[in-house]
Each structure stands twice: as C-alpha cells, then as structure tokens.
C-alpha cells in the first residue's frame, strides 16, 4: 500500500456516473482534493455497506472541494447498476485489469474466481497530488474508519488554492454586481419582466461567488486570507438575498402590489448598501503574491 508522503499514481478509467459512461480519474494537477476509494466487487453485501456509507458522509459533498472515487473491477455498466441502485451520486470507474490497483499496491489477486480484484482500500490524495492518508485491508468484510477519512480531508490546507478561488470568486462576485446594477436600471425604469429576469442572473453569479469564496475559506492556511474569504462570502450571500428581495419587489409591482413592493426595495437597498465594495485579496491581506500568476 502507498504510505501517506508517497505521490499518488496518476490514472485515467471509463466509469459510470449520474447515469452515464465516461472517462475519470486522477490528472496530475489535482484542482481538489481527491479521495481514491478501492473495493472489490459491485453488489457484494461488504462493498454495498461500504460505498452507501461513503455517499452519507457530508463533507464529500463539498464537489468544489472534495472529488470521490470509486475504482473496482467490474464493469462500466455494471457500475452505473450499482451506483442507480443504491443512490451513489460519485463516480464508479472501472480497473478491469487491475492495473490502477497494482500502482497503489492495492491488489489481492484473484477473489471468488475474479481475478486481479483490488483490496478494500482509501487513499485521501492533496492538491500536490501527495497521499495525506492511506488504508487497507485484507478482509473483504473489514470497514473503513470514515471520521478518520474526514479528518484527513480537513487537514489539507494550501493558501495558493485558496488565492486563486478567491479570486475566482471574486470574478464571480464582480458579474453579479454587475448584473445586479443592470436589474437595477431595468427595475427604475418599470420594466418588471427584464429586471426580474436580471435579478435572477445576478443571484446565480453571487450563488457561485458565495461558494467559491466558501471554498477559499476551506483551503486557508493563514489566518488573514481565512477571515478575508469568509467576509467576501458573507457579503456575496447579501447580496444574493438583496436580488432575491429586488426580484420578489418587481414581481409585486408587476402585480399592482405597489405596498408590499416598496417594502421589499427598501430592504434590498439597505443590504446593498450594508455590502459596499468588495476589495481584492491583495488589498486584503497584507500577503506578497508576486509570481502567483507564473
């Protein structure tokens, strides 16, 4: 088994996931983390247990933060039954020769006539592609020890990811405001349908902008960059809320409501003006991020 320091195999499979066969994997310049799961067979009462166990678990479905994999030897198509079947919402990629198994010394040999099946096996893999935690085993009945899974997961933290989701989000935040400030225009001048329209578009973009900002939040070493993230998303999801309210206004205008609208509009202008800017990381937090772009 690959021991945690240890690089972590690239590898590319077909699989199954939300119903459809395509390719997956590990890249070699992870943009999540990776939890890379072995087991050995679909439908077997053990892996069953095991996989729905996974799906449970609320912190892999952070999809920005966190990618789960499962790899057994069965087929494509025989994933996609199993994942249907049991409500697996991850990958299932197939090692027919179990060669991805081989290259993280997870292989058994032959099980119940299968042959080249891999170990029941969990490795958390970093955003450096590094092994953070490894487990296996040699009985197929034996189960993982999943709150030490998640604590592995929570301990990954790299400020460079962080940066650039920060400033990912923060693109984000900037098409919100903008779309926010066009509803806005749309909304003074009556046009009820555009700005309610408009408004919607500007919540999507504050909806990705708040997450990315959560995700960056997530990845923080330092402490400045933590606290910057967790206001930029505090006030991206204030903005949301005030569209969400500018919306609900122009629907109740266009509805003859004229009362009900002007209270909503004036909570939506408060909590705008409430957000004000949104400062770029670099002015942020007093951190040197000069090469980060190379």
């Given at each position: 088994?690959?021991e ?17 066969i ?11 983390v ?17 996989m ?54 997870v ?30 085993t ?33 693109e984000?935040f ?24 408009t ?57 003859g409501?004229?009362e ?35």
């Open positions: 088994m690959l945690p320091g240890a690089p972590a195999p690239t590898f590319s499979l077909p699989g199954a996931h939300d119903g459809e395509d390719e997956f994997g590990l890249p070699a310049e992870p943009d999540r990776h939890v890379v799961v072995f087991y050995p067979l679909d439908f077997s009462p053990a892996c069953t247990r095991e729905c166990s996974l799906r449970d678990v609320e912190l892999f479905g952070l999809e920005r933060d966190v990618r789960l994999l499962g790899i057994g030897v069965d087929s494509a198509y025989s994933h996609r039954r199993f994942a249907e079947e049991n409500g697996l919402g991850f990958p299932l990629l197939s090692d027919r020769l179990g060669d991805v198994a081989e290259s993280y010394d292989l058994a040999g032959e099980v119940e006539g299968h042959p080249r099946v891999a170990k029941r096996a969990i490795f958390v893999v970093d955003l450096h592609r590094t092994v953070q935690y490894a487990w296996s040699d009985d197929p009945l034996e189960q993982p020890d999943l709150g030490q899974v998640t604590d592995a997961i929570e301990a990954i933290q790299d400020d460079r990811t962080s940066m650039h989701r920060y400033r990912d989000a923060h984000q900037q098409y919100g405001r903008s779309e926010l400030d066009a509803a806005r225009a749309a909304y003074h001048e009556k046009h009820w349908g555009l700005a309610i329209e408004f919607q578009e500007a919540q999507y973009y504050l909806d990705e902008a708040a997450e990315g900002f959560s995700s960056a939040r997530r990845f923080a070493e330092s402490d400045g960059i933590e606290a910057a993230a967790a206001s930029a998303a505090e006030k991206a999801r204030r903005l949301r809320q005030a569209a969400d309210w500018f919306a609900t206004a122009a629907r109740n205008h266009g509805d409501d004229d009900a609208a002007e209270e909503y509009h004036d909570d939506a202008t408060a909590a705008i003006e409430e957000v004000g800017e949104l400062p770029s990381l670099k002015q942020e937090v007093d951190l040197d991020i000069a090469g980060d772009d190379d």
